[in-house]
């Protein structure tokens, strides 16, 4: 019996619901597949997230509440690499393993890092007579030296507690050293300073790192023991030096202190409206000596030399000349690497250059997003602390954006089209400017849109006319500026280099005249509030995605990227901030502004405004008629309708009397024991807290109960802590 259709077997039947989950699961199966296959396709990608994977590390590690035992961190390590040569076999089991390692080796690198620079600290604030050997000197726009000196006596106090380094500041008149004399002087001295709140930048962990014990000032001139012994380091500072104030005294005004910047990366001679106008016109980067200074030093060192070469036909036609310059070009690097100061972003411009010139050396392509990872790998196993700076996260979100902007199919179409047959003579000189401009605008776009949410996150700012800026001002660096600085330094020798530096100081008068004037545009430098670290660590995510991956799943990244930015203005923000000793407080009002009972300590009153992304000076914040605060010489109070009421006590009077109404009560002075068992307030913090704990802030929540935050509990025991 032949079986029709409806007869017999009948094919399975599913309800609404069951159908609509089927159609996701497959959908899902399907999408996992397609992604799968689509990684699958970009084996030559994967190198690209090493540095990523290494960085996770080391954020894990600068994370953790306390510090790990070294052995504990380079044993994970081999153990994973043993693990590793186990299972070579097995492909998914190999690429987890290689992901963990490369994790775990980014953490063992920080752990080590820490360990290796470890010198001693100044315990406590200390005044007493101070020897040592100057390293480095830099001049200030006012005359005054700021000093890093290697201490060999100091107060009496023995080498085990005895800084390894100082920074100090000499305001005396007639002051001038050099680097490598040995000095002696009256100077107070302090631990690098801790946060101004919680979760704030950590100086006293960036000094870690730098060697540096202390900071303080001097009380009398300094004596001169010994002249330099001439070290290499001591040559080298006092080259820098010696190029710096040269190029001041040739070029003159703020035009000279920016040109020394520029080749030296001394910046603090600089008047401080230049460096406020630079800010707001999005030109702040200048005076970074990164990747832009390096490949316009290098790069214009390298075309000079290629067309020397070139010029003389017997070379040209039987020696690799283009090899030759690169070489020209590596050294001539490597020398404004050591007079620039080396800071991160000029170690970092400086490995890319390096692999850059490689790449010429080696006949293959120069720049490349292979190039950037490995550039981003050396620094992060040689300072795996660069990760946590500005400089860096900025540097190399700038780099990524712009190789893979111009790796791109489309724009590499575009550029092939635009650029045609330009072998025209000067008719073809409209098209050569036009393309000029089209890519300094690209660059200027890709650069803006990548770097802007680092430098919101780390300085609270935002230079809303930036393209403007830079499309106006950086041909001038690009073809004026930097140009002329290497002439100037490779004519200083033989003193003809006075007409390059003129040309140099033009350049730059032109550059701080546009600074200048787009600064004073209307709403051109805008304070955005703090953001948190997971919304910023959002945008990283989804920036590198898209960068990355060339296949359709990089626009996957877009999820992140977009989740990071809506994520962004929604930091819970504290009700009550207290300064690192308690001698400044403020409050949040009911408009939602910070209010503080004094404008010092300036730095922290400042610091606070900024990462609220309020504009107001911190005079405006104390004096305003809009203040709650009402002080005397006792103390303050602050009082708003259905909120508690904060007391600020300066004396033990103050804070008996206000033990009668207040809520809270933040003393500036010692509270024992028996005043506050007799004490109506919720909340006491007296001195001693803040001595302990540092700055710190207080939520108050809607069930009334104050939520209390400490830098000290933020920065958990570290090396880099100071033990009260």
């Not at 989950?21 to 994967?46: C, H, K, N, P, Q």
């Not at 790990?68 to 693990?83: K, Y």
């Not at 979760?199 to 002249?227: C, H």
């Not at 001394?266 to 630079?278: F, Q």
């Amino acid at each position: 019996m032949a079986f029709t259709a409806g007869q017999g077997m009948k094919r399975p039947s599913f309800g609404a619901g069951q159908g609509t989950i089927l159609r996701v699961l497959s959908a899902l199966y399907a999408g996992f597949g397609a992604i799968s296959r689509s990684f699958a396709g970009e084996t030559d990608r994967w190198f690209l997230w090493l540095p990523v994977l290494l960085a996770c590390g080391i954020a894990a590690y600068f994370g953790l509440p306390v510090e790990p035992p070294l052995w504990l961190s380079l044993a994970g390590f081999l153990i994973l690499a043993c693990a590793l040569w186990v299972f070579r076999r097995l492909s998914w089991v190999l690429l987890l393993l290689c992901v963990l390692g490369a994790v775990t080796a980014g953490f063992a690198a920080a752990s080590l890092r820490t360990a290796l620079v470890a010198a001693p600290v100044l315990a406590d604030e200390t005044a007493g007579e101070l020897t040592g050997r100057v390293l480095f000197v830099e001049a200030g726009e006012a005359g005054d030296l700021t000093v890093l000196m290697a201490p060999s006596a100091f107060a009496g106090l023995p080498p085990e507690k005895r800084p390894a380094k100082v920074r100090l500041r000499i305001r005396l008149k007639n002051v001038a050293l050099q680097p490598g004399e040995e000095i002696r002087l009256r100077a107070r001295l302090m631990p690098p300073p801790d946060p101004v709140l919680p979760g704030g930048f950590d100086y006293a962990r960036q000094a870690w790192f730098e060697g540096l014990g202390a900071v303080g000032f001097a009380y009398t001139a300094p004596e001169i023991l010994s002249p330099s012994t001439g070290g290499p380091r001591s040559r080298i500072a006092a080259l820098r030096n010696a190029i710096a104030t040269h190029i001041r005294a040739s070029i003159g005004g703020p035009e000279g202190a920016v040109a020394a910047a520029l080749v030296t990366g001394e910046r603090r001679a600089i008047p401080e409206g230049v460096t406020e106008d630079l800010r707001a016109a999005g030109l702040a980067h200048v005076l970074a000596i990164s990747g832009l200074h390096m490949a316009l030093f290098s790069g214009t060192l390298f075309w000079l030399a290629r067309a020397v070469l070139a010029a003389v036909p017997a070379l040209a036609l039987r020696y690799p000349v283009k090899k030759w310059a690169a070489l020209v070009a590596f050294s001539g690097a490597a020398f404004y690497l050591l007079v620039s100061g080396g800071a991160i972003a000029t170690q970092r411009a400086f490995i890319m250059v390096t692999l850059m010139l490689g790449a010429i050396l080696l006949d293959r392509p120069a720049i490349s997003l292979r190039n950037v990872a490995l550039a981003a790998t050396v620094v992060l196993l040689w300072q795996s602390e660069s990760l946590l700076g500005a400089s860096f996260q900025m540097s190399f979100a700038a780099a990524v954006a712009l190789v893979a902007f111009y790796e791109s199919k489309s724009v590499q179409r575009f550029i092939a089209l635009s650029r045609g047959d330009l072998r025209g003579g000067p008719a073809q000189w409209p098209r050569l400017v036009l393309i000029y401009f089209t890519g300094l605008t690209l660059t200027s776009i890709v650069a803006g849109l990548a770097t802007a949410p680092y430098a919101a996150f780390n300085f609270n700012r935002l230079a809303v006319f930036g393209l403007a800026g830079n499309l106006a001002a950086m041909p001038l660096v690009g073809l004026v500026v930097m140009p002329a600085a290497l002439i100037g330094l490779l004519l200083m020798p033989f003193g003809a280099d006075a007409p390059a530096f003129w040309v140099m100081g033009k350049g730059i008068g032109w550059m701080l005249t546009v600074a200048h004037d787009v600064a004073h545009w209307g709403g051109a430098d805008r304070l955005i509030p703090s953001a948190s670290l997971g919304a910023l660590a959002l945008v990283t995510l989804g920036g590198l995605w898209i960068a990355l991956w060339r296949r359709g799943c990089r626009w996957l990244g877009l999820l992140p990227l977009l989740g990071g930015l809506l994520l962004w203005p929604h930091l819970s923000r504290p009700d009550i901030f207290i300064g690192r000793e308690g001698g400044i407080v403020a409050a949040r009002g009911l408009d939602g502004d910070i209010y503080l009972t004094s404008a010092r300590p300036s730095y922290t009153a400042q610091q606070w405004l900024r990462m609220e992304g309020d504009r107001r000076s911190a005079r405006e914040a104390v004096s305003s008629t809009e203040s709650p605060w009402r002080c005397d010489a006792r103390g303050c109070a602050f009082h708003e309708k259905s909120r508690p009421l904060i007391a600020y006590s300066k004396s033990i009077g103050a804070v008996m009397e206000d033990c009668e109404l207040a809520d809270i009560i933040v003393s500036a002075v010692p509270v024992g024991r028996a005043i506050r068992k007799g004490c109506r307030a919720d909340l006491i913090l007296d001195y001693f807290d803040f001595w302990r704990n540092g700055a710190t802030t207080i939520r108050l929540e809607t069930d009334g109960k104050p939520t209390i935050e400490t830098a000290r509990a933020a920065r958990g025991a570290r090396p880099w802590v100071r033990q009260p």
